[in-house]
């Protein structure tokens, strides 16, 4: 008789959490988005009702989600990443509590550190990196990136969903004053098998992601010239069904 | 033969990866954090070494993961949070990768968005916070904070670690120019059985807080006064031993 909200991590299963997928297994319905595993979809009850989020839009989907809760149901909406970053989580829950629907945050991996690290880049790191700031690519909320200020933070930049606008992120970033030999990567469908990583400086990582797919993410700061970040540590830890 | 860098998660064991599960139930050593659930280290095998982190110096530990690694047993570094968010997990790849010693980092549940979820606040919310800035309240890197900056940075602000400075951070924050009226909360020990949070503005969030243990994240921006946010959803997983 809740809508769980559960985070499903970065990509790679395994990096689900515990609870997640003590949820999945024992929910009536599973409500899951496109990047979301297929192995963590399987994990579902053989009776669970199914729905993938693919081409629903958020408000017709926020309707799905009261309406499910309303049957009294226990639903699972599994989201890719953690729902709170820069997932319209907030925007769900805000229809169920509206609604007077029970609902639940379970947090998940974002992708905003298990990406970088994946490609072995922390995003702090004690005397080069104590700040991190991360922003949308194609804002949420429809506004433009203020590349003043991003500009101005020390520390770390994440850029979540970036990839169509390297070449204007990159661009904008240096017209508003930050190093153009910033070091920066980008890190391709980090935790999955096929993940990839290019990394260079800021002037020229959009001409090195060219071939890279999505999703995918920006990061800019030192952290990604430490002599370890440059040892492959691509890894996948994959799910054992049980 | 592998250091594992394992992040446990902000505090509930429920919040662990399936994947961090599986390492910390098939290791050969153990060396956690004092804030790591007690469940969880129970989850290392009968005849696993286990060492406590609590009066180790950074220095020292680094030194204990590379003899524990040449060792060529299996070795699980299990860290509050995320390894490589304000955990020091770069100082000890650092140490390993510069010993030959191989590693492998598995990211966890960052507080960063756990621990204001757990007060039911987002970081992100469309319309409200397209941007997250996190710092460390006691920078890691011993730099004193840009209040300035800090104060022209759109979205949320996290600071970690910030408890004991809170009075501070908030009086720099107001005198570099952020509204005092900023909506502000405090969340104490987020995810735990005895969560506890605090809402006000930035100029009254540190009196509010003040009976609040630690750790606590310090949350500014209008994401805290959403609606929904004002709810309670504290809850727990637990952990249930399988």
Chains 1, 2 share one sequence.
Not at 10 to 28: A, F
Request: net charge negative.
């Amino acid at each position: 008789m809740t809508v769980f909200l559960v985070g499903a991590g970065p990509g790679d299963p395994g990096l689900l959490t515990v609870r997640g997928l003590e949820l999945v297994r024992s929910c009536d319905a599973l409500v899951y988005d496109v990047l979301v595993a297929p192995e963590l979809v399987e994990e579902a009850p053989d009776d669970a009702i199914l729905i993938s989020r693919e081409s629903v839009r958020q408000e017709e989907l926020n309707e799905l989600l009261v309406e499910l809760g309303r049957t009294g149901l226990d639903v699972v909406r599994l989201k890719g990443g953690d729902p709170f970053v820069f997932g319209r989580g907030g925007e769900e829950v805000e229809a169920l509590a509206e609604a007077g629907v029970p609902w639940e945050v379970v947090p998940g991996v974002s992708a905003m550190s298990a990406v970088p690290a994946s490609a072995g880049i922390p995003v702090t790191h004690r005397g080069v990196s104590a700040q991190v700031t991360l922003v949308s690519g194609h804002s949420a909320s429809g506004e433009d990136l203020d590349f003043a200020q991003l500009a101005s933070a020390p520390g770390t930049l994440v850029v979540f969903m970036g990839l169509a606008h390297l070449s204007a992120i990159a661009a904008g970033l240096i017209a508003a004053g930050k190093d153009r030999h910033t070091p920066a990567a980008v890190v391709s469908r980090g935790t999955l098998a096929d993940g990839q990583s290019v990394r260079g400086e800021l002037w020229d990582v959009a001409r090195l992601a060219a071939d890279l797919a999505s999703p995918a993410l920006l990061v800019v700061g030192d952290v990604v010239a430490l002599a370890y970040a440059s040892e492959s540590v691509s890894t996948r830890a994959g799910f054992a069904r049980s």
